[in-house]
């Protein structure tokens, strides 16, 4: 039998949710920051960087290769002066996918690194091939010795990168290694996430010469040696996005949402409106949000930014159960990010997959049960559910949620949410 985790949430649902939520900083943007203070040895200060699992896993790495870090008052201090490994070992590379960025990072800052080759995940077979093919075209010779990836260059020189596919960590690992490579790089078909071009800013005040981040194509004019730097992470997209569906979920519900931009969220935000949800900004990083009527369907595509962010697509998945009618979420970045689906259905709701595509039929109402998380982003669109849904919701697999969402039991209960975390 499958094992489930020892903590759980146990959520009593429908109690109207209001009150000030503040987002924190975003993971998948500290997370390329934390691989890039490698490029210059030195003191980095983080502002905002949330502390959530993958987070910490990130800053084990960084500490096993050398560098020292710790959490003061307001910001995360770390140290790469004493970096003296290059290569990441298996029992932290497996545990968060996110150690590829080591791959470029170490590439830049050693001329060599060595990565556990990372296996398929729970959303997906996630290959890196795209990330190999642009280290190799800057001059990095490639090689699995067994099952770790080997990159290795004397001399990284400036090319021109297409990208079959606009992704986030393959356009980050590049723009690391190509931040100190000789002469100009041409990165086309780039991703324009707002943590890419957060990359790229932080680069930028490492020294680095960078133009058109948050475009297609990416320009980088190598630089030998860069320097410290300090940085804010900027907010997370995808937890207020989370904030901005439960402000929705249920008609009493009604939060003023802190540290949010919203120009990262315009396509989620325009979804919300046409399915109902009243969002305005109150604020240069402020919003408010409640539901303005009864919520009807919509179709949802996901696509690389500025489209519809996969990360949300779980979330928006469980307000269309509330919402009157026939949508369709159609899922085009990861082939296996319905799994939630199965326990969202043993809670009442009336969702059909075909292919790639989710048919949800509403308006259904939820009712408690136990379901357990299969991935982060899935795990918190259980959450939400349960908040919704008549009586006790168990979740379980928990952990995952917190690989990424920063004091979230703590933050639903300042909102006035009946959730408790309990170990088995
Ligand atoms: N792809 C390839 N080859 C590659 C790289 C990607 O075929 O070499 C494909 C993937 O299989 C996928 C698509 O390209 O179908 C997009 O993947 P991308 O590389 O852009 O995703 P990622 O960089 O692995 C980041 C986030 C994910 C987020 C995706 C999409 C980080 C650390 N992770 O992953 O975040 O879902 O972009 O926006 O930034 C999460 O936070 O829960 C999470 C999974």
Redesign the pocket.
């Known amino acids: 039998m499958e094992r489930v985790s020892e903590r759980r949430y146990v959520i009593k649902g429908g109690y109207p949710l209001k009150g000030v939520v503040e987002v924190s900083g975003a993971?998948?943007a500290a997370?390329p920051a934390i691989a890039a203070t490698l490029l210059a040895p030195g003191e980095y200060r983080l502002k905002r960087v949330p502390k959530v699992k993958d987070v910490l896993c990130m800053l084990k790495i960084l500490e096993f290769l050398g560098a020292t870090w710790s959490f003061e008052k307001d910001a995360l201090i770390i140290n790469t002066s004493g970096i003296n490994k290059t290569s990441v070992p298996y029992e932290l590379a497996t545990q968060i996918?996110?150690s590829v960025l080591f791959l470029g990072a170490l590439l830049g800052a050693k001329g060599e690194a060595e990565v556990p080759l990372p296996g398929g995940c729970a959303?997906?077979?996630?290959?890196?091939?795209?990330?190999l093919k642009g280290m190799e075209k800057l001059g990095a010779e490639i090689s699995l010795y067994h099952g770790n990836l080997r990159v290795k260059a004397l001399n990284l020189k400036g090319c021109e990168i297409v990208l079959d596919?606009p992704?986030?960590?393959?356009t980050e690992n590049l723009l690391m290694a190509a931040s100190v490579a000789e002469g100009e790089t041409v990165i086309k078909n780039a991703?324009k996430?707002p943590?890419v071009v957060f990359l790229a800013e932080v680069l930028k005040s490492m020294g680095a010469h960078i133009k058109g981040e948050g475009e297609d194509t990416i320009y980088v004019k190598g630089k030998k040696k860069l320097k410290p730097a300090h940085i804010e992470i900027i907010p997370d997209r995808?937890e207020a996005g989370t904030f901005l569906v439960l402000g929705g979920l249920l008609e009493e519900n009604e939060l003023e949402i802190k540290n949010v931009n919203l120009s990262y969220l315009e396509v989620p935000v325009s979804k919300l409106r046409e399915i109902g949800v009243y969002v305005e900004k109150t604020g240069k990083r402020s919003c408010l949000v409640k539901r303005e009527k009864s919520l009807k369907a919509t179709k949802i595509v996901t696509a690389?930014y500025p489209g519809f962010?996969?990360?949300l697509q779980p979330i928006f998945t469980v307000l269309l159960t509330q919402a009157q009618g026939m949508s369709l979420v159609v899922e085009n970045?990861?082939e296996n990010r319905f799994l939630y689906v199965f326990e969202l259905n043993r809670m009442g709701a009336n969702i059909k997959l075909e292919d790639r595509t989710a048919i949800v039929n509403g308006v259904t109402p939820l009712f408690g049960s136990p379901v357990k998380a299969t991935?982060?982003?899935a795990g918190a669109a259980l959450v939400l559910a349960g908040l919704c849904a008549e009586n006790t919701t168990t979740v379980y697999n928990v952990e995952l949620i917190e690989r990424?969402y920063e004091n979230f039991v703590e933050k639903l209960q300042g909102l006035g949410a009946k959730i408790e975390v309990e170990t088995l």
């Open positions: 993971k998948n997370l996918r996110a959303i997906g077979k996630r290959p890196i091939d795209l990330h596919f992704s986030v960590t393959a991703a996430e943590e995808i690389p962010p996969t990360d970045l990861f991935d982060l982003r990424g």
